[in-house]
C-alpha cells in the first residue's frame, strides 16, 4: 500500500525509540493524513505551511524568543555560534538510569 502511493516505511533506530519517538509519530500523522483525509497536493502544502511556521514565525523560550530562522541566519554569520542547550529532561534520564541499573543487575548475576 505504501508503495503504491510513493511512500516508504520508516524505522526506528533500535534500542532508541525514546530518541525519535516523536518524530515517528509526526510522520505517522502525516503519512495518515495525506492517504485519508487530503489528496497529495492538499497535504503537501499543509506540511509545507506547518514547517514554514515554526522555522520562520515561531518565536522558541529555548532560542530566548527568537525564531529557528533567526538563530541560524546568527550561526552562518558569526565566528563563534552562541548555543543554545536544550533543558534536561528527568523522565528520559530516569529511563537511561533504569537501564543502566538493568545492565548491572544482570552482569553481577552472570559473575555469580
Known sequence: MLENDGLTQSM???GHC???GPVESFQGFIKDMAKVLF???E???II?????YYIYR????????KTANQVRQEA????????YPIAPNRRIERFWEGIEKSKAKHQAQAQQ
Open 43 to 45: 497535504a503537501a502544502e
Open 76 to 83: 552562518l554569520t558569526a565566528n563563534t555560534p552562541e548555543q
Open 48 to 52: 509545507y505551511r506547518t514547517y514554514e
Open 39 to 41: 489528496a497529495y497536493e
Open 58 to 65: 515561531y518565536p522558541q523560550k529555548r532560542f530566548h524568543g
Open 18 to 20: 525514546i530518541d525519535n
Open 12 to 14: 526506528s533506530r533500535v
